[in-house]
């Protein structure tokens, strides 16, 4: 789940586009191989088998350069994933453990790309980002799946929003733990069981954020407010895909829904409340 290297382009390829993808896969196997420090523009430049002012004039300074490197590792991780998620609806996949499978996934990326991941992770660098875009959209696409077996316990966007920030936290836990250990200078057998630690704590941090957005799989429906939040929520998530309403229908629907879906939140509260 490494992909940080961009393709050469083919010989007829844009030449001008050629030489920004070169530069840009420079970038990217120096930040692989030995972190942020090392992508300096000579170095890039020598990779690359460019000059200096070449990389100033495409992308206008080290931060420019990043930039460019972390929305082509974003666009093929994404890419990447919304591919998973053709895969796993075609083939019947669970829902949920397709779900828990993206969690994996991601954790994964971001352990073995850890200057990648935290430059990726910065809100400024990930506004408007087309691939960030990409990304998110494939996670909704799961969360949408599980909701149409009645398994989403909060609205499809609270979801989205619970699981990202989840899974980002967990990676940035994760890599600061490992800078710590890196410099008390762990080996052998501490170093697994340093693994192991980081394993658990990616298993635990899925197991609060499941609890908050996914329906057990043996719990029984509390009542007719449980009952309905759930069909209202299945039915919001597919909503879009019904072609027989107008967008205007689609969008008083959903509104609708999300009503009804806050209001037996709010019916559980005050009931929990009063107990």
Do not use: C
Request: charged share 25%.
């Amino acid at each position: 789940m490494s992909s940080t290297s961009a393709s050469v382009p083919a010989p007829d390829a844009d030449p001008r586009r050629n030489v920004r993808e070169r530069i840009v896969a420079a970038a990217a196997e120096l930040l692989h191989e030995d972190g942020a420090d090392a992508v300096t523009t000579r170095a890039v430049a020598g990779r690359a088998g460019v000059q200096a002012p070449t990389i100033y004039r495409l992308f206008g300074d080290k931060d420019g350069l990043l930039d460019a490197v972390a929305e082509h590792a974003m666009t093929v991780f994404a890419a990447e994933k919304a591919a998973l998620v053709a895969d796993g609806a075609a083939e019947g996949t669970d829902p949920v453990a397709a779900l828990r499978s993206g969690w994996d996934a991601t954790i994964a990326f971001g352990l073995a790309n850890p200057d990648l991941f935290v430059i990726m992770s910065d809100p400024r660098r990930g506004r408007g980002s087309p691939a960030v875009a990409a990304g998110l959209r494939a996670l909704e696409e799961r969360l949408r799946r599980v909701a149409a077996v009645g398994r989403l316990l909060v609205r499809e966007a609270d979801a989205v929003r619970l699981v990202h920030a989840a899974g980002t936290g967990t990676v940035l836990a994760i890599l600061g733990e490992a800078g710590e250990a890196g410099e008390a200078g762990e080996a052998g057998e501490a170093e697994e069981a340093e693994d192991d630690r980081r394993s658990d704590l990616a298993d635990r941090a899925w197991a609060a954020v499941a609890s908050q957005v996914l329906v057990a799989e043996d719990d029984v429906p509390a009542g007719p407010d449980r009952a309905l939040r759930t069909a209202a929520l299945t039915l919001r998530a597919g909503v879009d895909g019904l072609d027989a309403l107008s967008p205007a229908e689609r969008a008083v629907l959903a509104e609708w829904l999300d009503r009804v879906v806050d209001g037996t939140d709010g019916g559980a509260d005050a009931s929990d409340g009063g107990a």
